[in-house]
């Protein structure tokens, strides 16, 4: 079972964000609000350590939805990560690659002026040790919330959409008049040894809120 370290609440905002739907293949159309997994991916841009697992517990919506649209150069291929891996350990090149004769350009349909506050939980994983200290962890993460560090630039969705992140203090509030049904939402992808399982739960924004089912730590 895991051991709780400490409860969070984290403003997350930016100029646009792309929380893509997975079951459009080529067109990119975005969820209405912040997924879980995407929370998880700004808390771990800040603290990410094998014996830690963020909780995302709740999304507080700031500021109303508002969609864009625009289009975007994407490349068709994607780089094959065995032959990648295999180039990096035996120290040759790979063959070149030209983006420029392999772009495609696509319609997005995104976010723009995004504001939310999430609720997570940090907590042991079974990959801690016997020297992880939680304490050390919860002071590690509130110290680098509050000026503003990170391990990498956090993202809203897509890496090109930086997020702005810090304390949430209660103010704004969530939008009270945000209250209804989502549908299925992305909760996260499960990571096993067979193949990797993407798991949706059935999501309701009630009064700005949106409450994210437990994830059960493997």
């Not at 517990?57 to 065995?82: G, Y």
Request: charged content about 30%; proline content about 6%; aromatic content about 10%.
């Amino acid at each position: 079972m895991s051991s709780s370290i400490g409860h969070y609440q984290v403003r997350v905002r930016g100029q646009h964000a792309l929380f893509t739907r997975p079951e459009f293949k080529t067109e990119r159309l975005s969820y209405e609000v912040l997924t879980p997994s995407a929370a998880r991916g700004v808390l771990e841009a800040i603290l990410w350590k094998p014996a830690i697992f963020w909780h995302v517990r709740r999304i507080r919506l700031l500021s109303p939805v508002q969609f864009v649209q625009f289009k975007r150069n994407e490349v068709n291929s994607r780089v094959n990560t065995a032959r990648a891996a295999s180039a990096s350990r035996s120290g040759t090149a790979m063959e070149d690659y030209f983006a420029d004769e392999d772009r495609a350009q696509r319609n997005t349909v995104a976010l723009r002026d995004v504001d939310y506050a999430v609720d997570a939980e940090m907590v042991m994983t079974p990959r801690a040790g016997s020297a992880d200290n939680p304490k050390k962890f919860d002071e590690m993460f509130r110290r680098r919330l509050e000026r503003g560090q990170f391990h990498m630039q956090p993202y809203l969705g897509c890496r090109e959409f930086p997020a702005i992140v810090e304390p949430y203090t209660g103010d704004p509030p969530p939008l009270d008049q945000e209250s209804r049904d989502l549908g299925l939402m992305l909760h996260d992808i499960r990571y096993t040894s067979a193949r990797n399982q993407a798991v949706f739960f059935h999501a309701r924004i009630d009064k700005g809120v949106i409450d994210v089912p437990e994830w059960r730590v493997a």
